[in-house]
């Protein structure tokens, strides 16, 4: 155990291994993480992105997520990569990297309800400057594929420290051994669909339609197609042929804010 106790110890080794778990998911490797104590809060350039995540364990209970542009932008294009997207923009890789950052986000919210027996949900996060001096802060010093990315940066709240402390009391010792909610959800399976265009007819027209017939979509044939998983559009691509079943080749990861007009 660090100087800075088992509880902050358990915090950042889970928030490392969160990252990799979402990092996995996108790019079929798994980086590794370790973390060190730093005085003051900096993050490289410019350019750096900072997303201030609170919980639902009370006011203050928040932490800040840093990562300077080399950082982010090779996060996001790696992402993009196991996606099949072998060019990424820089714009691509920014909302990548969010996604990234969210999920990681959401799992350590599951991992710390689990610690304090009972749920906790990610609040509004949001994009902000560096957190104000005095908010003790971390390198997370990761590699991923071999090579080593410049520091990502997490800052916790004594708030967000002294909410667990007291959701472990009220809990006891039974909460810390209680199952992954994230394990038994990865084996749920959802129905994935594509899209290659729609139409509207008037009824009437409908009515008319018999075999032979041809409905013209609003896609041309030169557009990507949909992917869709639970009624939400996540990706779109290229049709290709495997082994004689029509395949999708993924070329671009829709943002968050795609996905969400797309359930509007």
Not at 26 to 36: A, I, N
Not at 51 to 79: D, K, V, Y
Not at 83 to 95: I, L, P, Q, S
Not at 125 to 154: R, S
Request: net charge negative.
């Amino acid at each position: 155990m660090s100087e800075h106790g088992e509880l902050i110890d358990w915090l950042l080794e889970n928030w490392i291994a969160r990252l990799a778990d979402s990092l996995e998911g996108m790019t079929g490797e798994r980086p590794g993480g370790v973390w060190r104590a730093v005085e003051g809060v900096r993050c490289g350039d410019g350019e750096a992105l900072w997303w201030e995540q609170p919980l639902s364990l009370g006011e203050n209970a928040t932490f800040w997520a840093g990562a300077p542009q080399a950082a982010w932008f090779e996060i996001g294009s790696r992402a993009l990569r196991g996606a099949g997207v072998e060019v990424a923009d820089t714009r691509d890789a920014r909302n990548t990297y969010l996604e990234v950052l969210s999920q990681a986000c959401s799992g350590m919210a599951r991992v710390i309800g689990r610690r304090v027996g009972a749920e906790v949900t990610c609040g509004k996060g949001h994009e902000t400057p560096p957190p104000a001096k005095g908010v003790p802060g971390f390198d997370i010093e990761m590699t991923l594929g071999g090579a080593a990315l410049p520091p990502l940066h997490l800052c916790l709240t004594p708030a967000l420290r002294d909410a667990i402390q007291a959701g472990v009391a009220r809990a006891g010792p039974k909460a810390v051994a209680a199952p992954g909610t994230l394990d038994l959800l990865l084996e749920v399976e959802l129905p994935v669909s594509v899209s290659f265009g729609r139409a509207q007819l008037p009824l009437k027209d409908v009515l008319k339609l018999t075999a032979g017939s041809i409905v013209e979509l609003n896609r041309t044939v030169s557009e990507p197609v949909e992917v869709i998983v639970n009624d939400c559009v996540i990706a779109r691509g290229e049709v290709v042929v495997v082994d004689g079943n029509y395949g999708v080749r993924i070329q671009e990861i829709t943002s968050r804010e795609k996905r969400l007009k797309t359930l509007q």
